[in-house]
């Protein structure tokens, strides 16, 4: 069996659950009321979408960063 590593995104909604997702893979994303209890789910459910991508995208993808943009609205 082969480890991978991927980024995850985690955010907190005004209840306090935790939601955490994989930008790499769409549809990706699993919740949990503490970030330990998400990211066991987001396992389990990144295993799960692993079956099903094509894993050539994986290998042709990598993380650059993560940035803050300004966007002036009403």
């Not at 995104?9 to 893979?25: A, K, M, N, R």
Request: with cysteine.
């Amino acid at each position: 069996m082969k480890n991978s590593f991927f980024t995850v995104y985690i955010e907190q909604d005004e209840d306090g659950i935790f939601i955490g997702s994989v930008p790499l893979i769409p549809s990706c994303y699993a919740q949990g009321k503490t970030q330990a209890e998400m990211l066991d789910n987001l396992q389990d459910v990144l295993r799960l979408c692993l079956r099903n991508i094509d894993k050539k995208i994986l290998e042709k993808t990598k993380f650059v960063g993560v940035k803050n943009v300004k966007v002036k609205h009403a």
